[in-house]
Nanobody, 123 residues
Framework: VQLVESGGGSVQSGGSLSVSCTPS????????IGWFRQVEGNEREGVAV???????FYAASVKGRFTISRDSAKNEFSLQMNSLKPEDTGMYYC??????????????????WGQGTQVTVST
């Protein structure tokens, strides 16, 4: 499975951005799509995940500000990021993996990853 990401960019604190991810094929029902982010020098952390029932799971740091969604007609997944903070800055990666792990915002060691897209929030 190939994951093609788009979106991201730069915004001032309090602003909004969105990132999107399009898998090259339909995913099985036991697979989830998620967004992880990484700041240089730090480990990658889970941000948001959506499962085949469209149930969403969020990191505490983004809950209430970020929304993950699916457009089934386009087989596209999006992460809408509002009220952005400088600490949201990082490389955002789309991943597809087993839901048993992703729902816990844990990486699937054999999951699929996009190339990453940069999000920068300035003060």
């Amino acid at each position: 499975v190939q994951l093609v990401e788009s979106g991201g960019g730069s915004v001032q604190s309090g602003g909004s951005l969105s990132v999107s991810c399009t898998p090259s094929e339909l995913l099985s029902s036991d697979m989830c799509i998620g967004w992880f982010r990484q700041v240089e020098g730090n480990e990658r952390e889970g941000v948001a995940v959506i499962d085949s029932d469209d149930d969403a799971f969020y990191a505490a740091s983004v809950k209430g500000r970020f929304t993950i969604s699916r457009d089934s007609a386009k087989n596209e997944f999006s992460l809408q990021m509002n009220s952005l903070k400088p600490e949201d800055t990082g490389m955002y990666y789309c991943t597809a993996g087993i839901c048993r792990l992703l729902r816990r915002l844990t990486e699937d060691p054999v999951g699929y990853w996009g190339q990453g897209t940069q999000v920068t929030v300035s003060t």
